[in-house]
């Protein structure tokens, strides 16, 4: 199998650098400055076994390579705020021997938040669902660092519309080899459900830094009890907080001194967006199709899309105001 990785970011490139190291075949997909210098110098990925600088092909898009391959395998690596524009362009590329991508080959999406896999259905017929606890960090064009010991992640992965196939365990023992767990699981959105209460931080994150905080914790509790009634609300199961701590305890350990995570790395790349539409907007939209209120996620929402959109510095805000502005739409919402 060839891996395609759309979006060789901070996950996609440490997954990608981490399976060719295990000798699988693997091409980059990236634009611009990343793609440049991933081009001219190579992948330099740094993990808690040392840095190596992987040389792979990379590409911009389907026509860069001659064609695809039926044994081809897409992993979508990109934030979900990009989504549909890689499903769109990757999904129409002609496959060797007939038909098109979306037709012919499985795409896994290993991303924040539960969109994707929807937006994936729509287009391809063969979509599976990546729960990623994979902590790395992606500031330069052409370096990623991913730290954790003693594996480098965790990866559930399963059909997005449920339950396990062929495809599934063939991914999940190469991405074995490469040095993550990745265990194959009937309910794989039920995890990914549950990652994304945890990920309802990171607009707090990025928006006030990645300092500790008694008030960020305080503020996240509030965000993760509002994803929490409007997941109960909508009907929709999560892994517990003890089958997340029994899967990840002492397997995903990361060193003191890591900088941000996603959603603060976006902002301190000044790309101009975030994904936050799609962490606590999901919850939003719960909350709304089920008559829940979710005040504290409206604020986290549009606070970080503020930031991307203006091109603030991460941080730039302290949690006093940012628990202020969620404190009053509370109000509002307990008035109305």
């Keep these: 199998m060839r891996y395609i990785i759309i979006g060789a970011g901070a996950v996609g490139a440490t997954v990608g650098g981490r399976l060719a190291r295990a000798g699988k075949e693997v091409v980059l997909v990236a634009r611009g400055e990343h793609a440049e210098a991933l081009r001219a110098d190579g992948l330099r990925l740094t ?32 934030k979900t705020q990009h989504t549909i524009d890689a499903l769109d362009t990757w999904g129409d590329a002609e496959v060797a021997g007939g038909g098109t991508a979306a037709q012919r080959l499985p ?13 994936a259905l729509r287009r391809f ?7 990623v606890w994979l902590p790395s960090t992606f500031l330069r064009p052409g370096v990623v660092s991913a730290l954790c010991a003693p594996l480098t992640g965790i990866l559930h992965l399963g059909a997005a519309a449920g339950g396990r196939d062929p495809m599934a365990d063939r991914v999940a023992a190469d991405l074995t080899a490469a040095g993550f767990e990745a265990p194959v699981v009937d309910d794989v959105m039920r995890w990914k ?22 008030a960020k914790a305080a503020l996240l ?21 003890a089958e997340q701590a029994e899967a990840r305890d002492g397997k995903v350990d990361q060193p003191p001194g890591v900088r941000g995570g996603s959603s603060w790395q976006s902002l301190a790349r000044r790309t101009g967006s ?20 979710t005040p504290v996620n409206d604020v986290l929402r549009h606070a970080a899309n503020i930031f991307a959109r203006k091109g603030l510095p991460p941080g730039a805000m302290s949690v006093e105001d940012l628990t202020a502005l969620a404190d009053e739409a509370a109000a509002r919402a307990a008035a109305s």
């Design 193 to 214: 459900y549950a990652k994304l209460l945890g990920n309802l931080g990171n607009a707090i994150q990025a928006t006030t830094g990645p300092e500790s905080h008694p």
């Design 221 to 241: 509790r509030r965000a993760v009890e509002e994803g929490e009634a409007a997941f109960a609300a909508a009907g929709i199961a999560h892994a517990s907080r």
């Design 47 to 78: 993990t808690a076994d040392g840095t190596h600088v992987h040389r792979l092909p990379v590409a911009t898009g389907p026509a860069d390579l001659d064609t695809l391959r039926r044994d081809d395998v897409l992993l979508l690596t990109v």
């Design 274 to 293: 975030i994904e936050a539409d799609y962490l606590n907007g999901e919850v939003s939209l719960l909350g709304r199709l089920h008559g829940v209120p």
């Design 107 to 119: 795409v896994f999406c290993l991303q924040n938040g539960v969109e994707s896999e929807r937006l």
């Design 125 to 131: 017929a063969r979509v599976y669902g990546v729960c």
